[in-house]
């Protein structure tokens, strides 16, 4: 059974303090890992997907790396508008394409 | 349109009452999924629609859930007889196999209150 587990749970930080968020995984055979932002009363938005291990994708502040067992989402002197619940997922392979969750990374930056 | 919608954006029913919930998917694309979003969890798959293939419906909880799908476009989740467990956000995505791959879009969600 695929699997997800996203640490930590929550994540509070000054406005500039570089950190990073933490997607462990297991699935048979990976098509793909998926990060997405959602905020309060919002749908998730999409950030980035990595295909295979060594990938790195960045995006303004973030950067998202993965390896064969984890993905790590690096937020680089962070704003307070990055404040967000931050969510991992993977597809695995054959003929399925839902996406299995992680419970997500709720993350604070204050000002 | 320029992403997918869903309504209503939330429904308060009673228990024991039958609800119907939209979506309708980013014009063009051919899969169409819905995920729940129960307090404090994670998104759990419900059912996959791909172009005019049979749907999976692994995910269903139970017997009291279904999905359709018309014209390979707007879908309609439909819960039987809903009970408090079913309270939750009920998301839909939609991704095209084309070009971007498989990435899934989502809408905002309909929050689906059983009291």
């Known amino acids: 059974e695929d699997q997800v587990t996203q640490s930590p749970e929550a994540l509070r930080l000054q406005e500039g303090e570089s950190s990073s968020l933490n997607c462990s995984y297991t699935?048979?055979?990976?098509?793909?890992l998926f990060w997405y932002r959602q905020d309060p009363g919002k749908g998730p938005e999409f950030l980035f997907t990595l295909y295979s291990a060594g990938e790195e994708k960045e995006k303004e502040r973030l950067k998202a790396t993965l390896t064969k067992k984890e993905s790590f989402l690096h937020i680089t002197a962070p704003k307070p508008e990055d404040s967000a619940t931050y969510l991992c997922?993977?597809?695995?392979?054959?003929?399925?394409?839902?996406?299995?969750f992680g419970s997500g990374t709720q993350l604070t930056v204050l000002p | 349109g320029a992403g997918v919608s869903q309504s209503p954006s939330n429904k308060v029913t009673e228990k024991g009452k039958d609800v119907e919930l939209r979506c309708d998917p980013i014009s063009g694309h051919t899969a169409l999924y819905w995920y729940r979003q129960s307090l404090g969890q994670g998104l759990e798959f419900l059912i996959y629609?791909?172009?005019?293939?049979?749907?999976?419906k692994s995910g269903l909880p139970s017997d009291r859930f279904s999905a359709e799908r018309t014209g390979g476009s707007v879908s309609t989740l439909t819960i039987q007889r809903t009970q408090q467990e079913d309270s939750a956000v009920y998301l839909c995505?939609?991704?095209?196999?084309?070009?971007?791959?498989?990435?899934?879009?989502f809408g905002a969600g309909t929050r689906l209150s059983v009291l």
């Open positions: 997922a993977v597809q695995a392979g054959g003929s399925a394409r839902q996406l299995t």
């Open positions: 699935v048979s055979g990976l098509r793909g």
């Open positions: 629609f791909q172009g005019n293939s049979a749907p999976d």
């Open positions: 995505a939609s991704s095209s196999t084309t070009g971007g791959g498989n990435i899934q879009y």
